[in-house]
């Protein structure tokens, strides 16, 4: 029962506050007439002015994310000489420095250091968090841009100036709310160094700490995850209590939910809005079932031993209740979040399969932005399939889906597709992912599928178990994470110029509705079978070989 | 009217040449054409390979991979069958049609001079002459003469029709038979670019061109081809991983079952059946672009005459002014279209006769015949001069009282809201009443445009009628619109508002003045009768003449993508059933807890892997006739239809193959074959 | 290259606000209204030096106090962690075995679960209600106190993480340290 309360609390009150917040964001990209002294400052700022297509827009984002990667990189490997140091981090190696950067850049923020360990606070500030806010408005300007396309404006906007508008109007005072909600119920929020103590038994415990709670409320809200520590929410200076971790989990969903209505309200059809939420909550819900319930299962090595069989508390906190860990892992993966608030290395074997379910879709409700973007593509393929069906050339809103646009739509989904898969293949044939997996056997292969469908996802957590912080590890997530950054924005922005192009047919009865359940229907099979079936053979050589593996 | 011809599916003669087709279809480079069966044709041989070296080595279990290769080749072959038949079907008509075309001679005039030249010598521009009982040599022009052609070879209509220079009956075409008198024609086509040579063409689908739509489907097919390449090429790393292998042969198995290899294999036959429904409608389609142009259809624009009413119009009324007396004027009515000939004079006729008038003879008087000038005709017959015509037409004729004026109009106006045509009748100076010739509209066609209204298609109803007469008839036809009192110009100005609003126009026509708006079209149907021209700017012919027939075009596009768009589902949804058998049967030996994921409780997993293969070659051969048959459709909104559709193919292609699975697998683990 | 310049200015902008500005805000807030928290939720002695933060768990090994849930990292603080291995794990099947032992449990007094895994940090400063009075009777002999008033002290301490939202109570192993050494 506690769990079913939890659950309908988080997502229902995160859904009720996603409607006016995807107001005020479509208001906020687009405002029209409406804050001309808003629009003029941005364009003071940036000097950036004018409606972009779609190749003038993708070329300003990727100069943008050239500055963002370059910056970053510079600031972590320069982070020894820099000041706001105070426990003296020294040097990182370059491939991990490449990681990261590309990792933050790419919203992933898959971490193969730890924060308490290896970052002075001016990297985790000026480097992490700044990516944190920036690439973040990046997949939201990429979105809207992509909605004004769909909408048939006769430009895309222009990026300097959306990302702008997503980071100042957005991001930022919904970051310093949740901030300063997070500071109320007991983060630190502090510049000294780690403190030195002397515990109850008399031994030395050096207790790390830093300016956490700016840096978790950007970190849950904008699809980032990239902790402050380590261990990331699951640390109890990270993560206090089980109102900080259910105002954590609600962050991680808020903009992506908000982003299905923004999108919604920008193409000017919110019913469709709401449709594609629809299916988006159909997806969490299903996965948050199955990871709740899975994780009811007791820990399986404890069979035989004289101890309670509850639920799998294996790398979970008590703070947090029975059901935060399962239901927060679901919430992270369906969205391209990957902040954790239990280790999902050591989550039951079928329980590990939801979030990387989660990614594999990497769609229900996403990504800041992308994700909407990555279900544009399902509903490009969807659209395609079910307008024959009805008997007319594809339409989507009135756009005609032809060859070009399915090419583009498809070869997104295949390169998804192909990174996980090729590169857990790679890795997991040879020495370079083998030798670095902690759990023997099915799990150990979890471990690798789910570091490369994590990076692909742009989700960043991470079976952590996996001794990922090599220079093969590193470079090649790095790669992946870069592709499949910007893979899925450019083609579907591509998709969008072109639908732009062409001259809009008028909607009737006969035309493929895209507002009601049979559309649904439709772009929940089509997700099923373009989006889980792919992985299927490796999902059930991973979590379902470890499952029936099991003992009885 | 109509040749439908019942071809069965299967006839010895067209599945023993299908068969032939199937094996030459092999070659390489006419498979590349279809991506995913190409694909399937590699794997195939490299299958072969592989079962020839365990053949001979004695490695490897070399009966099972036999059967898989056995089935493998089937897959390919099943598809290029069902291609060949569908092509074999078509070619069959078209043989008879090139037999007529082979003996094509013609009589050219040079000058003066008369030569007998074979028709692939004639070019456009030159004279022929055709006389009785001579087949006219190349489509052209008629520039002198009259003469009844039987168009029967290409109409399959025995009742001939006349030819005559100028005019919108002018165009005749090469096969056809002139049965009496002569003609000149002009001809205007090139050697081997004429309509029968087009025909044929069509119906043997030689230069069947991929739609846009087919060239989508094809990527979208193609690109799932690539994702299951990886994904099971990366198998093999995952089972080392695990300690184990699978082997090559499993794989290629795996693969082909997992692409969409039904779809593809069926994908030619569903867009040549198609078109073979429309020349079997007798229609021809310039494109299979136009047929899918159909299915998008928005705004049809029928023409009021002959489409939504009965051509003639019938006399049901005989309205007398005040003060005339009714008699006076049924008599005067009577008189004048004794001699009219026309379907509305014999209606006035066979109307007056109902009221009981029985004056048959028209002594010495002097009929006078309609003309387009005056447009009036009657009869003068003593002092009398009795005229009947439009109402305006008629008012010219002399200076009529004011008054009696008035009364007319009040009455012609009453007759043209209630949809009917007023005629007005006079004698001399004296004004009678009018006739009411009232347009019939045919039975049916309201509850057609109801049905097209669910489907989201709008009809107009283009008339020459002025706006009164238009509005009544269509609110009784049920129209959406009217374009009244339509000039070709109207038309053509109604095709582009209504395009510039994203709106897809179908029409149909026959004059030479529709030519403009039949090429604006996106489907513009002409009238085989019709003019040179207007055949040339539509981009369908309707060999039976029929307007009607625009709204069964419609349903014939739908339906052709309707039937891609259906087995494309279908096809891909057969993936899941076939996991459930393979993936067990290649897993359980790296782990073997994965039994459980055999849910159908396959014999072994040779079994059920040989089992997958075989249903997926199978299904091809039994999913042909519904490729050439087409989905049943009806005319319905969009998200029934979607729902439907759904249901059947998609609900229909997850259930069926865990079905089929279990059952090939009983037999062949029964029969002991693996 | 106006492309690039221009990204540069809005470089500047958003570190300017989104890093510099948003952070002072935050911290100015944090020192403000929650000093206590903002440095971490530290306890000290009377002379100021710390005995450990009462969000993070400490190594208690000693029989006279209650000790936390086992951890990956041996409470290390400034490298926390998890075991990150697998519940099917023959290791963790290991530390099942021994966390048995060291509690000696039995099949008629079965070990609560979370004494024997260990948290997502390694730090989690919490233990189950049960698992802290699993615990009494061994506190209770080594402080030679009645078992009934250790469980009352730590019955008063035990609370409910989520309210209506959880079933079970937990406890702060340090707070109960604490006031055990304050009896």
Redesign the interface.
């Known amino acids: 029962m506690d769990a079913l309360f939890l659950v309908a609390a988080v997502l229902g009150i995160t859904a009720l506050l996603s409607v006016p917040l995807g107001r005020y964001m479509a208001a906020a990209m687009e405002p029209g007439d409406a804050a001309p002294r808003l629009t003029r400052a941005f364009e003071r700022i940036s000097g950036a002015r004018g409606g972009q297509g779609w190749k003038a827009y993708v070329v300003s984002m990727l100069v943008f994310n050239l500055c963002m990667f370059a910056l970053c990189f510079a600031i972590l490997a320069l982070q020894q000489h820099l000041p706001m140091n105070p426990d003296g981090k020294g040097a990182l190696s370059l491939d991990l420095i490449f990681n990261t950067t590309a990792s933050f850049t790419t919203n992933t923020n898959l971490q193969h250091y730890s924060g308490e360990v290896s970052m002075s606070y001016l990297s985790q500030l000026a480097a992490l968090m700044w990516l944190q806010f920036v690439s973040a408005a990046t997949g939201i300007a990429a979105l809207a841009a992509l909605a004004r396309g769909i909408a048939g404006r006769a430009d895309m906007g222009n990026f300097l100036i959306d990302v702008q508008r997503a980071s100042f109007l957005i991001l930022l005072p919904v970051a310093l709310v949740f901030a300063v909600v997070l500071v109320l119920l007991g983060l630190p929020m502090t510049f000294q160094g780690a403190a030195q103590a002397l515990t109850l038994e008399g031994a030395v415990q050096t207790i790390a700490r830093g300016p956490v709670a700016a840096f978790v409320a950007i970190k849950q809200l904008g699809t980032n995850g990239g902790g402050f520590f380590g261990p990331n929410s699951t640390h109890p200076l990270e993560n206090v209590s089980f109102w900080s971790n259910a105002v954590e989990m609600g962050a991680i969903i808020l903009i992506p939910m908000s982003c299905v209505w923004m999108f919604g309200r920008i193409i000017g059809r919110p019913r469709h809005g709401a449709v594609i939420f629809g299916v988006m909550a159909t997806f969490l819900l299903l996965t948050i079932a199955g990871s709740v319930g899975f994780e009811r299962a007791p820990t399986a090595a404890f069979a035989g031993l004289p101890i309670e069989a509850a639920g799998n508390l294996e790398g979970k906190e008590m703070r947090f209740g029975a059901t935060g860990g399962p239901l927060w892992a679901v919430l992270t993966t369906a969205t391209s979040n990957g902040s954790v608030g239990a280790m999902h290395d050591s989550l039951n074997p079928m329980t590990g399969l939801m979030p990387m379910l989660g990614m594999w879709l990497n769609s229900t409700f996403g990504g800041n932005g992308v994700g909407m973007i990555n279900m544009f593509l399902y509903i490009v393929v969807a659209v395609f399939v079910a307008g024959m069906m009805v008997g007319r050339t594809p339409e989507y809103l009135g756009h005609r889906i032809e060859a070009r646009e399915v090419k583009l739509a498809i070869l997104a989904l295949f390169a998804h597709a192909a990174m996980i898969l090729g590169g857990t293949a790679l890795f997991a044939a040879t020495p370079w992912g083998a030798d670095t997996v902690l759990n023997a056997g099915p799990h150990g292969f979890s471990e690798i599928l789910y570091e490369f469908t994590s990076a692909s996802a742009n989700n960043g957590s991470g079976f952590e178990g996996l001794g990922d912080n090599t220079v093969p590890w590193n470079v090649a997530t790095g790669l992946v994470m870069l592709a499949a950054r910007f893979i899925p924005i450019i083609l579907p922005l591509a998709i969008a110029g072109s639908l732009m192009a062409k001259r809009r047919s008028a909607e009737s009865a006969g035309t493929l509705g895209v507002e009601d359940a049979t559309f649904a229907t439709m772009l929940t099979i089509t997700i099923v079978i373009f989006g889980a079936l792919t992985f299927f053979p490796a999902g059930v050589l991973g979590p379902v070989a470890e499952q029936l593996s099991m003992p009885h | 009217m109509e040749r439908r011809v019942a071809t069965s599916l299967f006839t010895t003669d067209l599945a023993a040449a299908a068969v032939r087709g199937a094996l030459a279809k092999l070659d390489p480079r006419v498979l590349w054409r279809n991506p995913v069966m190409f694909a399937t044709g590699v794997v195939a041989a490299f299958a072969t390979i592989l079962f020839v070296r365990a053949l001979v080595t004695g490695a490897g279990d070399a009966g099972f991979q036999g059967q898989l290769v056995f089935w493998l080749w089937l897959t390919v072959l099943f598809g290029n069958f069902a291609e060949a038949l569908a092509e074999g079907r078509g070619k069959a008509q078209a043989a008879a049609l090139r037999s007529t075309k082979a003996e094509l001679t013609g009589v050219r005039l040079t000058g003066d001079t008369r030569e007998t030249v074979a028709a692939s010598a004639l070019a456009a521009g030159d004279v022929v002459m055709v006389e009785t009982g001579a087949l006219i040599p190349a489509d052209g022009e008629v520039i002198e003469g009259v003469a009844s052609v039987n168009e029967a070879a290409i109409t399959g209509e025995s009742a001939p029709v006349i030819r005559e220079a100028g005019g919108d009956r002018s165009a005749v075409t090469a096969g056809t038979r002139v049965i009496s008198d002569w003609i000149k024609v002009r001809v205007t086509v090139e050697p081997g670019q004429g309509f029968l040579d087009r025909m044929i063409a069509l119906v043997e689908g030689s230069s069947r061109a991929k739609t846009p739509n087919e060239i989508a489907l094809t990527i979208l097919l193609t690109g799932l081809t690539l994702i299951f390449l990886v994904v099971i090429a990366t198998l093999p790393a995952f089972a080392a991983y695990a300690g184990g292998s699978i082997a090559v042969p499993v794989l290629v198995a795996l693969f082909v079952a997992l692409i969409p290899t039904t779809i593809s294999a069926l994908l030619s036959a569903i867009g040549i059946a198609g078109m073979d429904r429309l020349v079997r409608f007798n229609v021809l389609a310039k494109s299979g672009r136009a047929v899918e142009a159909a299915g998008d259809i928005d705004v049809l624009l029928l023409d009021k005459t002959g489409t939504i009413t009965l051509g003639d119009r019938q006399a049901s009324e005989f309205v007398a002014l005040p003060g005339i007396a009714q008699s006076d004027l049924i008599e005067a009515a009577l008189l004048a279209s004794l001699a009219d000939e026309t379907p509305e004079g014999r209606s006035i006729v066979a109307l007056a006769r109902e009221e009981g008038f029985r004056t048959t003879t028209t002594a010495g008087a002097a009929v006078v015949a309609f003309t387009a000038q005056t447009r009036v005709s009657g009869i003068d017959t003593g002092d009398r001069s009795i005229r009947k015509g439009a109402v305006d037409a008629l008012l010219k004729l002399h200076d009529h009282d004011p008054q009696a004026v008035t009364a007319l109009r009040r009455i012609t106006d009453r007759i043209a809201r209630e949809g009917g045509t007023p005629l007005a009748v006079a004698d001399g100076i004296r004004l009678l009443g009018a006739v009411h010739l009232k347009d019939i509209v045919k039975s049916g066609v309201r509850e057609r445009f109801a049905e097209l209204r669910r489907m989201g298609i709008r009809t107009v109803m283009i008339t020459g009628d002025n706006p009164l007469t238009a509005a009544a008839i269509a609110a009784e036809a049920g129209v959406d619109d009217f374009l009244a009192e339509a000039t070709p110009e109207d038309k053509l100005a109604l095709i582009r508002k209504e395009q510039q609003g994203g709106r897809l126009v179908a029409m149909c026509g026959d004059g030479t003045n529709d030519a403009p708006a039949l090429a604006q079209a996106d489907v513009g149907v002409a009238m085989n009768t019709g003019t040179q021209a207007a055949r040339e700017a539509g981009n369908m012919v309707d060999l039976d003449n029929n307007p009607t027939k625009l709204i069964e075009i419609v349903g014939l596009g739908k339906q052709l993508l309707m039937t891609r768009g259906a087995l494309t589902t279908f096809s891909i949804s057969n993936d899941v059933a076939k996991y459930f058998a393979i993936l067990p049967a290649i897993f359980v030996v790296l782990y073997p807890g994965l039994d459980t994921l055999n849910v159908m409780r396959l014999a072994s997993p040779e079994s059920a892997i040989l089992s997958a293969v075989i249903f997926n070659a199978l299904i091809i051969p039994l999913l042909v006739p519904l490729a050439l048959r087409g989905v049943a459709y009806r005319p319905q909104p969009a998200g029934r239809q979607l729902l439907r559709n759904l249901g059947i193919y998609g609900v229909g292609g997850i259930v069926s193959p865990f079905v089929g699975i279990k059952l090939i697998d009983l037999a062949v683990s029964g029969l002991g074959l693996a | 290259m106006?492309?690039?310049?221009?990204?540069?200015?809005?470089?500047a902008?958003?570190?300017a606000?989104?890093?510099v500005g948003?952070?002072a805000?935050?911290?100015g807030?944090?020192?403000a209204?929650?000093p206590g928290?903002?440095?971490?939720?530290?306890i000290l002695r009377a002379n100021g030096?710390?005995?450990?933060?009462r969000?993070?768990?400490?190594?208690?090994?000693?029989p006279e106090?209650l000790w936390p849930?086992p951890s990956a990292v041996d409470?290390?603080?400034?490298?926390?962690?998890?075991?990150?291995?697998?519940?099917?794990?023959?290791?963790?099947?290991l530390r099942?075995?021994e966390?048995?032992t060291r509690y000696g449990?039995?099949?008629a007094?079965?070990?609560?679960?979370?004494l024997?895994?260990?948290?997502?940090?390694?730090?989690?400063?919490?233990?189950?209600l049960?698992g802290a009075l699993y615990q009494v009777p061994r506190i209770a002999a080594a402080r030679g106190l009645d078992p009934t008033v250790v469980a009352r002290l730590v019955e008063d301490r035990a609370l409910r993480?989520?309210g209506?939202?959880?079933?079970?109570r937990?406890v702060n192993v340090?707070e109960v340290?604490?006031a055990l050494?304050g009896l």
């Not at chain 3, 969000?55 to 000693?62: D, L, N, V």
């Not at chain 3, 007094?109 to 979370?114: H, Q, T, V």
Request: proline share 9%; aromatic share 6%.
């Open positions: 106006g492309n690039f310049t221009s990204s540069l200015r809005v470089v902008a958003t570190m606000v989104c890093v948003y952070t805000v935050i911290w807030v944090a020192q209204v929650t928290t903002a440095d971490g939720s530290l030096t710390v005995i450990g933060s969000q993070i768990a400490q190594g208690f090994t000693r106090y849930r409470y290390n603080a400034a490298a926390a962690g998890g075991s990150n291995l697998s519940p099917t794990s023959p290791k963790i099947a099942g075995a966390m048995v449990a039995t099949p007094r079965p070990l609560p679960p979370d024997a895994t260990a948290s997502g940090a390694g730090l989690d400063p919490h233990i189950s049960a993480p989520g209506p939202l959880t079933d079970g937990i340090l340290n604490l050494d």
